[in-house]
């Protein structure tokens, strides 16, 4: 029995499995948009599964980098709402930056930054993920 395993973004291996084998296919969960990105986000990062919230978990003077993978659901409302519940609680909107892929850049997705509040939104920087360029990675914790 042939079996097509995707992966990544548009990768894909081909398997060939005895027929004795037992298969199931695990796709991504589906799920229905949420109505107010805002209010799940603000739920998650004061009351996360097995961590203390957020605002216990960073420091001032930290450097935050919201990692945002392509083609995010509701990415500006996403990085909107994140980014707002950590300058309420005293992060400097220069201390954010959204790393975004390369192919966010190439697929002509909007700025993730569009819903900030203009007072700061040209603070929080945009960092395009580039593996290649040695001299601008850092340790992502």
């Avoid at 995707?6 to 004795?20: F, K, T």
């Avoid at 109505?35 to 003077?61: F, I, S, W």
């Avoid at 930054?113 to 992502?140: F, Q, Y």
């Amino acid at each position: 029995m042939t079996c097509i395993l995707e992966y990544g973004i548009d990768a894909h291996v081909d398997l060939d499995l005895s027929a004795d084998r037992l298969l199931a296919v695990c796709a991504e969960p589906i799920g229905q948009p949420l109505d107010d990105v805002a209010a799940a986000v603000e739920l998650a990062l004061c009351g996360p599964l097995n961590y203390p919230p957020l605002a216990r978990a960073t420091v001032p003077g930290d450097q935050i980098v919201l990692a945002l993978e392509h083609g995010v659901p509701q990415a500006p409302a996403l990085i909107a709402a994140v980014a707002n519940h950590l300058v309420e609680r005293g992060t400097s909107a220069d201390h954010i930056a959204v790393l975004n892929t390369p192919e966010s850049l190439a697929g002509g997705e909007s700025d993730p930054r569009e819903l900030l509040p203009d007072a700061w939104r040209g603070e929080v920087k945009v960092e395009i993920h580039a593996p290649e360029t040695t001299g601008s990675l850092s340790l992502l914790g």
